[in-house]
């Protein structure tokens, strides 16, 4: 016998078709797990947190590509995903945003989007492309400190760590923003 209904539900953000749809779907998959949702109820509920563009994905979807929770989730990411190019392009010109993300949510979204691009790149050169953007994107005083230490730093994960350590150092984590320029 299925749990009973619960008066708390969880549920993600609704989803209008900007942003991260892989991200989107982990987070109702979550959802779906804290809910004690079947995938029949799943797939019921997942249409209702569309909106806008993803809504309009989600209605011109064939009914046979809406079977299974699966097989949804899988075209409205074939519809949403950007083209392999798109991704590359948003990969290379990705900012770091100090004043609304974290160094851990931007180094995540480097990771998707280079992911998303389709590169054909063995682990190394993944890793490697990963840290040079991630340095590239850093204020001018901490990209000098990591391409100095750029020989250890194997892994994006390196890369983050050495950056949150030289930022905590500085007590630049939290006190960093973007300088001003003059007004003339």
Sequence with gaps: MADPPSRYTSLPARYNGTGNFSEWSQRFRICCTANN??????LTRLPTLFEDAALAVWLGIRDDQKADLQTALNAM????????????????T???KPESESLDTFAYSLRQLLEASQLNLNEAA???????RFIA?????LQSDLRKQRVTLQNLKDALRTAKRNYSIDGSLI??????????
């Excluded at 890793?127 to 040079?132: D, G, I, N, Q, R």
């Excluded at 006190?175 to 003339?184: C, G, L, N, Y």
């Design 94 to 96: 990705r900012a770091w």
């Design 137 to 141: 994107a850093m204020p001018s005083t």
């Design 37 to 42: 949702w079947t995938d029949a109820q799943a």
């Design 126 to 132: 993944r890793e490697s492309l990963l840290v040079s």
């Design 77 to 92: 990411q074939r519809e949403l995903a950007p083209e392999e190019s798109v991704a590359f392009d948003m990969f290379s």
């Design 175 to 184: 006190a960093w923003t973007p300088k001003e320029t003059a007004k003339v």
